[in-house]
């Protein structure tokens, strides 16, 4: 193995913690580097982030794999050739987690990475896939190298749920940028992940579910390997990431959909204010945007699953499930479809409005049976979650000022401090305005905490 100081290569070529032997058999690694994600940076130096693209393929001769050690030292373990389709074939001693295999030019400087969760294969099979190197992946790669050199022990960050934050949209803002630029944005995603993995591990807490970030992790494993495996085949990847985001709900049965919704929703203010705190000007706008984006997105996933959860659970008619299912539709579609922060932002007032805000139209009047009678009584539940959710976004926005660029211990707190304010003041007001709606009375106050707290600092 040769070891490289972490100043001699690019930021994606480093990866995470190397595990112990596993009986001394030798590991396979298939994968493919691609062009994906758009235009490859001309003229590559060291130092920059690599983040693929057109040109990537016809560029690399070569691919390693690698490890990072706390002090962030590279070490390669293996080093393969590439063929002229892009395929590879990588052969390493022992098994490992939390890998980064790089694409390499003839020059020997990378251009292009991709994070490789684990070489463990999937069930029945011999050969671990890896995901296509695109400047999707690359990215990722860069910015968990970044977490380490900032100070993460390198098997401590979930590079699973990594991944899941970080999308094309963001690489291709981060590409177009200078180096200066691109590391700072780099070092921003990388402080929005740590933000976004401690707030759900406290929102968690808060719920009463002890769970730590390694056994979320290698909840996930499985699924990531079928994602990988699904990607690498050239598979429809919203088809693939629905079934990945499916399987790992299954995986963790310890928590429900409604403590996951409230851990993403969390997650996700902290993410976002963790950008923005970084990257508020110049340049750096353009990630920001497209990072608020991605959040909207993965938020939209938790909600759709929590109100369906709740809704199942409270014997609601196939009409009002329906209704809510279409309503959940719409706002992905807005959201994939979305070219700004403020139009992700309108996705969400839109959902939240169908939800509950539009009386008896609304997921959470059908459900109610709200008439002229008890509009009322509706009504004033929607207001006492309204001036809530003010208040949430009144507190967030201190937070937001008044953090910058806070620890992820710091903000974390403060933001999962917030939310359980505002879930008490939701839940105590409206309970007492919904009690003549008798046994639907929770599942409607419920919503309404799902409709209000959604998004939120938007």
Request: glycine share 10%.
């Amino acid at each position: 193995m040769r070891t490289r100081r972490a100043g001699e290569v690019v930021l994606g070529a480093v990866v995470g913690l190397w595990l112990a032997a596993c009986g001394g058999d030798k590991v396979q690694v298939r994968g493919h580097v691609t062009n994906g994600g758009g235009q490859q940076s001309q003229g590559l130096v060291d130092g920059a982030p690599a983040l693929g693209g057109d040109g990537t393929a016809s560029a690399t001769t070569t691919v390693r794999i690698s490890r990072v050690l706390a002090a962030g030292d590279l070490t390669t373990l293996a080093e393969a050739d590439v063929a002229a389709d892009g395929s590879y074939t990588l052969e390493l001693d022992n098994a490992g987690q939390r890998l980064v295999i790089e694409a390499v030019n003839k020059s020997g400087i990378t251009v292009g990475s991709a994070l490789l969760d684990s070489t463990a294969p999937l069930s029945g099979q011999e050969v671990r896939t890896a995901p296509p190197i695109t400047s999707e992946s690359s990215l990722e790669a860069e910015v968990y190298v970044q977490m380490v050199r900032d100070g993460d022990a390198p098997d401590s960050v979930d590079t699973v749920d990594l991944r899941t934050r970080l999308n094309v949209e963001q690489a291709t803002a981060v590409r177009g940028q200078l180096k200066q630029t691109a590391t700072e944005s780099v070092e921003a995603l990388g402080a929005a992940v740590r933000a976004a993995q401690a707030t759900r591990i406290k929102a968690y807490a808060r719920a009463g579910v002890v769970v730590t970030q390694e056994q979320l992790f290698s909840a996930s494993l499985d699924a990531a390997a079928k994602l990988d495996a699904a990607l690498d085949a050239g598979g429809q990847a919203v088809e693939a990431y629905d079934a990945f985001f499916a399987e790992v709900r299954a995986a963790t049965p310890q928590v429900n959909d409604a403590q996951d919704q409230q851990a993403e929703r969390e997650a996700s203010v902290a993410y976002r204010m963790a950008v923005e705190a970084r990257l508020s000007t110049g340049a750096g706008i353009a990630v920001v945007d497209a990072s608020v984006r991605a959040a909207a997105a993965l938020e939209a996933r938790a909600t759709e699953a929590a109100v369906k959860a709740l809704l199942q659970g409270a014997s609601a008619t196939d009409t009002v499930l329906a209704q809510a299912n279409t309503a959940a539709t719409a706002l992905r579609t807005n959201l994939s479809s979305a070219t700004s922060a403020s139009a992700a932002a309108t996705a969400w007032t839109n959902y939240n409005a169908q939800l509950t805000t539009s009386g008896s139209a609304s997921v959470m009047g059908a459900y109610l049976g709200v008439t002229t009678s008890n509009k009322l009584a509706f009504d004033s539940a929607v207001n006492v979650g309204a001036q809530a959710g003010a208040t949430l976004d009144t507190t967030l926005g201190t937070v937001l000022e008044q953090s910058g660029k806070a620890s992820a211990t710091v903000l974390s707190e403060a933001v999962v401090n917030a939310f359980t304010t505002y879930d008490a003041a939701v839940r105590g007001g409206a309970t007492a305005t919904l009690t003549g709606f008798g046994a639907r009375t929770n599942t409607g106050v419920e919503l309404l905490i799902i409709s209000e707290g959604s998004f939120s600092l938007r």
